[in-house]
Every structure is written in structure tokens, then in C-alpha cells.
């Protein structure tokens, strides 16, 4: 694995916006003499803007709605008027409203009398839950101190974009430009190294022409990352040529 000494493995808890004063100006200081790095903080904010995007997920079509509907429903405490302080009823009969608007994309129960309606958003619920879960992981490697960047060209049409920690021991995947495949077949990322071949995830549809990010772990000294077509419920071995090779 490849070990950069300090302030070079700042990089990555730099762009996450990650380090204390001390260290941001230490680093900045570094940085203004430091075209490798400048180089690279270019790379990993690219990055970071790419994995915000891919995971962002929208909300149910329909929570909007309930949430209005549900904030209509509900009523609202008497608001106690103070002579000395007549801007106290405004802000306290306005910040419900606002406050109703703010929350589309969350999921809440309150004032949602319908069962069924209730099993949607422990649903919606769950499946923030996963998103959040990815989403700190995904941040846990791109901001470790040893964060490193790697690209390649994927033969046939494409580029790989991965950051790697061995702090972590887990790197993140993503990759724009694939081209489309069959139904039938899907992109299997491999971790290759002088023990074999293991399967590290699969490539999920693409969106605004990137992939969603893929975290592998468990990297072993000497580990290649590959990417190969494979069937689409995926295999424990490659069965076509990698398409992808980058040492680790």
C-alpha cells in the first residue's frame, strides 16, 4: 500500500473541510509550495463533488404533500402575547409554516393517521438510514489523513476514479463514462492480489453518467482493483478480461 509521509496525508481531511486550525494552516502553508498536492486537492474535489452527487437520494414523490398536508392538520399553540415584545407572536406563528417547508426530504410521523402511509416513511426511514450509513464511510475514507487518489482508463470507454486509506483499510470506486451494457450483464469490481482473486461489489446503474460509489475493504498487501463484465448476479470469479487494473 502506498504510505505518504505528513503533511502529504493531509490532503484528503483537507478537502472534507476535516482539520483543526493548526493543521489547516500547516498544511496551507505546505500546499503553497506543493504542486503534487495542489494537484491532488484539485482531484479529491472533484471527487467529493462527484460522490455528493451520486448519493443524494430524492424523496418519495408524495412526501411533500403529506408533510403540508400533515402541518395543516395540525393545530398550533395559542401564541402568549407580550406588550413589550409584539414580534414574539409573528415569529411564533410563522415558524411552524417555514419550518413545514424545510422538511421535505425527511421523514416524520407525527399527525400521519394512516397506516399504510406510516409504513412508507418507516421505509423512506430505512432506506435514509442505509444512505447515511454509506455516506459516513464514504467520508470516513475520503478524510483520512492517509487518503490517496488514484485514476485509470477503463478499456472500452470510461474512467475509474479511486481514494484509498490504509488507515481505513477500505477504498472508495466510482467510475463515468462506462458504457451501457445488457440486461443480462453488469460491472464486478475485483481486489487481485498475490492470493487470489475476491469479488469487491458491483457497479450500480449510473446516474448523470457516473456509477454510485463502491466501497471495498479488506486490502491486502500487493492487491491490484480490477473491473470486469460479468453476469448480472455477479460470480466469485472473473469470467471475461479486466478491463481495469489499478495497483494499490
Not at 478537502?15 to 503534487?36: G, I, K, Q, T, Y
Not at 425527511?106 to 409504513?119: D, H, K, P, R
Not at 430505512?126 to 477503463?154: E, F, K, P
Request: proline share 6%; with cysteine.
Amino acid at each position: 500500500m502506498r504510505n505518504h509521509k505528513e503533511p502529504h496525508t493531509l490532503a484528503g481531511a483537507y478537502v472534507m473541510d476535516a482539520l483543526d486550525d493548526a493543521d489547516r494552516a500547516r498544511f496551507e502553508r505546505h500546499l503553497a509550495s506543493c504542486d503534487a498536492c495542489a494537484q491532488e486537492i484539485a482531484g479529491l474535489r472533484e471527487t467529493t463533488a462527484r460522490l455528493g452527487a451520486a448519493t443524494a437520494t430524492p424523496p418519495p414523490a408524495a412526501l411533500k404533500e403529506r408533510v403540508l398536508a400533515a402541518a395543516r392538520r395540525t393545530r398550533q399553540h395559542t401564541p402568549a402575547v407580550t406588550p413589550m415584545r409584539p414580534r414574539r407572536r409573528y415569529l411564533r406563528t410563522a415558524i411552524p409554516a417555514a419550518v413545514a417547508a424545510g422538511l421535505i426530504g425527511i421523514s416524520v410521523t407525527y399527525g400521519l393517521a394512516n397506516s399504510t402511509a406510516n409504513q412508507r416513511l418507516d421505509q423512506a426511514n430505512q432506506r435514509l438510514d442505509q444512505v447515511n450509513q454509506s455516506s459516513a464511510a464514504i467520508a470516513a475514507i475520503m478524510t483520512a489523513r492517509d487518503a490517496t487518489m488514484m485514476q485509470g482508463q477503463v478499456s472500452g470507454g470510461g474512467s475509474a476514479t479511486v481514494v484509498m486509506s490504509d488507515v481505513e483499510d477500505a477504498l472508495v470506486f466510482m467510475a463515468r463514462g462506462l458504457p451501457a451494457l445488457p440486461a443480462a450483464s453488469t460491472y464486478e469490481l475485483w481486489l487481485v492480489g498475490p492470493g487470489g482473486d475476491r469479488p469487491a461489489g458491483m457497479i450500480q446503474p449510473q446516474a448523470h453518467g457516473m456509477t454510485s460509489p463502491v466501497i471495498a475493504r479488506g486490502l491486502r498487501h500487493g492487491d491490484h482493483l480490477m473491473l470486469s463484465v460479468e453476469p448480472a448476479q455477479g460470480t466469485q470469479h472473473p469470467t471475461t478480461r479486466m478491463m481495469l487494473d489499478i495497483q494499490l
